[in-house]
């Protein structure tokens, strides 16, 4: 039986559904600003392997994601700048292009690490949803949980008791640790925009007519909104980062709870927080990566998947350009050792329950990758073998049904590449070594530096690769 470890009632707990067989997933999406970086898909690879594991017991999934393109500030006390508007003044373009570029961006590389994101209309925009997200402020006007101010319509947090339950602290503990606010008319720091009126004589970028004025929605709402529209209320689970606890799952409890008095969701999962060399990311340190730095780097995107699966994803899991390394090799012998095997034909029932077992703990996918390695060094039958991995490949989604029993040769330009990079190593030219070791990715193929030189594997090629190569291997 699944278990999963609720943020709600801070404890493991046997999962069940409201409805047999049927599973409502909210997995909060990115904001389309900028770039998701490695740290945000720390968590959508999280989201993916959840819907795997239910998919594999058997349930039917349906999963809805948010992308903001509308409301999200640059500050969680509901002040500064819009990040969509500051992200088209930076890059010079239209606020809907920008939320355009950067949710294909997304998408693009979700394909690279072999997310399964939800389809339309299941991957649903802000700006979409604008009259739902209305209805829902509408909503706690009438029952009393708002008030006016200069700038706009705020959720009053005194007047929901249970404010502050998902993050175990009190309102008055919330109110002592947060930042002055600057909005003197707020009544209690916690209170928390839900429309925001536009600047008076100036028109604003994005703005839609209310029955409060012309504005725009706090960036809480549409998750509220467009969670009860795809998935009703009460719905199963609702998952993000452990960032998201204090806030932004905070106010989406209360705004929804305090609408329609019934719980949001049964249960809240969330994902600990991807470290870089030791420290938070952030822009001014320079530690920001994306998945194109990963390949732009000479690594395939898939060992950025598999170095997530390495860390259970309740702990807190430290990048270093040195572990991905680590996670390529394991990879790339993983590869190998699935292109050696012959095609599947019955798997073998204990070392599935065995993986299964790891996962229905708590999704603990470093145990499930020890099942793996034990299956690759086990004497059972290969055609056994390969089908067995498969099967867990459902979960770990590592593209090993493009590999099975598929064994290849090096291509002659590859070996002239490969070549050429060995001559820039013992001439110690690591620019000139990097640049050839991502020329050969691109090309789909991966070097491994092992004190025997160096190996070559065949790669996947990645989505953009794919296209530019026009076939896929």
Not at 2 to 10: C, D, F, G, I
Not at 60 to 80: P, S
Request: hydrophobic share 40%; proline share 3%; net charge negative.
């Amino acid at each position: 039986m699944l278990r999963l470890y609720n943020t709600a009632s801070r404890s493991l707990e046997a999962f069940t559904p409201i409805t047999p067989g049927k599973v409502g997933l909210y997995t909060c999406g990115p904001t389309v600003y900028w770039d998701a970086s490695i740290g945000n898909f720390r968590s959508f690879v999280f989201d993916d392997i959840l819907q795997r594991t239910l998919e594999v017991e058997d349930y039917d999934v349906t999963r809805v994601m948010n992308i903001t393109d509308v409301g999200h500030l640059t500050d969680d006390a509901d002040e500064g700048e819009d990040k969509m508007i500051a992200g088209a003044r930076r890059e010079k373009k239209s606020v809907q292009d920008i939320a355009q570029m950067y949710t294909d961006y997304f998408i693009e590389d979700a394909k690279r690490l072999n997310i399964k994101l939800p389809k339309a209309p299941y991957l649903c925009k802000a700006t979409e949803h604008i009259r739902e997200q209305i209805a829902l402020i509408q909503q706690l006007d009438e029952k009393g949980f708002t008030y006016r101010t200069d700038d706009g319509i705020y959720f009053d947090t005194l007047k929901f008791p249970a404010y502050g339950a998902l993050s175990g602290q009190k309102l008055e503990e919330k109110e002592a640790g947060a930042r002055v606010a600057i909005n003197t008319e707020k009544r209690n720091a916690a209170d928390f925009a839900l429309w925001k009126f536009s600047p008076k004589n100036e028109k604003r970028l994005m703005e839609w007519e209310s029955p409060w004025g012309v504005g725009f929605p706090g960036w809480h709402v549409e998750c509220s909104a467009m969670s009860r529209a795809y998935l009703g209320q009460p719905f199963d689970i609702h998952t993000g980062g452990v960032d998201h606890i204090p806030v932004h799952h905070e106010n989406e409890i209360a705004q929804s709870e305090a609408a329609y008095g019934i719980k949001l969701a049964q249960y809240w999962l969330h994902n600990e927080f991807l470290l870089v060399d030791g420290q938070k990311m952030s822009k001014s340190l320079g530690n920001v990566y994306t998945v194109r730095d990963i390949e732009n780097h000479g690594f395939e995107p898939l060992a950025l998947r598999y170095l997530f699966l390495g860390t259970q994803y309740r702990q807190k899991q430290n990048f270093t350009w040195e572990a991905l390394q680590g996670a390529q090799n394991a990879l790339n012998r993983l590869w190998s050792a699935a292109r050696a095997l012959e095609r599947p034909q019955t798997g073998n029932m204990e070392f599935e329950a065995e993986f299964l077992s790891a996962m229905e703990d708590d999704l603990n996918t470093p145990k499930a990758l020890a099942v793996v390695w034990k299956l690759i060094d086990s004497d059972i039958q290969s055609q056994t073998k390969a089908k067995t991995l498969l099967w867990m490949d459902q979960i770990l989604g590592l593209s090993l049904d493009k590999v099975v029993a598929h064994p290849f040769e090096i291509p002659k330009d590859i070996q002239t590449l490969v070549q050429l990079r060995n001559d820039a190593r013992a001439k110690k030219d690591w620019l000139e070594s990097d640049r050839l070791r991502v020329e050969i990715l691109s090309r789909g193929w991966i070097v491994e530096d092992t004190s025997q030189g160096a190996k070559v594997h065949k790669g996947i090629l990645s989505a953009k690769n794919e296209k530019e190569n026009g076939k896929k291997t």
